[in-house]
């Protein structure tokens, strides 16, 4: 059984294992058809993970009807029962949700070979052929990519307990790497996904029943709830990788934000959740850092804020080019499906894109400390 959602109690050092974060794969499920054979808890909590990941992806491709047509409205019990019941057990949603599309979602063909896409397929799949495989393995290069930082972060919190300004200043060192090699990562996007298939396919199939228009009074999941349900689709939100780095670093979004980042939360394992939650209350970095005054670990921490920044611009860049022009492509070219359209100005989570992003943006560099602070 998966932990609760509510934070587990902090103790140092600081383990990523204890919240299901893996030290060589990070917030990925570690070699998913790999059975585990030394702890049978882990490998049930396995068996759900990819359970839920099966009967998230037969409900998308149910309700979206392979993008034909208008959605469905009622989920049969055959399949609301049993997603809703390994929903429960995981904590999770029973949606699709990134854990599901990405997290969970990749194998190595040659297992002793690198994580590159090359050798990389995906478990289960939708509409969007090479488009599709790519903007998940893309995806899950990115959630690798991460895994110095998270280190690093650990790596810092321990530095700060044991007042070592030369261990946080490496742990800064490499927290900033590993997100400028996030952005670089992200970058391969373009090489292997078409935004149009994006656009007009793929993420028809991610959007979920929460704020969309094309489903405005959500789905009923028959057998479990006679009134409909609302749930978000997937969203990079949900990825537990930059609201780690926003926790650490001390980034303090607006309002509004801070409202969907937050509900994007109820959609991460809940192991991951409580990882998030213990970074909020554990010993403040940038306080630390003010306190010791202007120095090497200042300017290290400044250039983590600026590489977020950077990061999150190419981000708005990315979704330039995937949503907003493809969509105005699709409506030159006259498409007349609305399931598409009726969200182009919005994620798949539900949220005004755009403004969203560029506020998240803003707020990160804000963050940037004054060296005569």
Known sequence: MEPQSQSMTLEVPLSLGRY?????YGFLLPNPLMPLLDCRFLKSYREQR???MALAAITMGFVWQEGEGQPQKVLPRSLAIPFVEVSRNLGLPPILVHSDLVLTNWTKRNPEGPLEISNLETIISFPGGESLRGFILVTVLVEKAAVPGLKALVQGMEAIRQHSQDT??????QLRLSIQDITRALAQMHDYVDPDIFYSVIRIFLSGWKD???MPVGLVYEGVATEPLKYSGGSAAQSSVLHAFDEFLGIEHCKESVGFLHRMRDYM???HKAFLEDLHVAPSLRDYILASGPGDCLMAYNQCVEALGELRSYHINVVARYIISAAT?????GLTNPS??????RGTGG??????LKSVREKTMEALLCPGA
Request: hydrophobic share 40%; proline share 11%.
């Open 20 to 24: 299901h974060i893996s030290e060589e």
């Open 50 to 52: 990819l359970a839920h």
């Open 168 to 173: 946080l200043l490496e742990a800064l060192q």
């Open 212 to 214: 969309n228009p094309a």
């Open 269 to 271: 394992p809940p192991s």
């Open 329 to 333: 492509r699709a409506r030159s070219r």
């Open 340 to 345: 598409p359209h009726a969200l182009e100005d």
């Open 351 to 356: 949220t005004a894109m755009l403004s969203f």
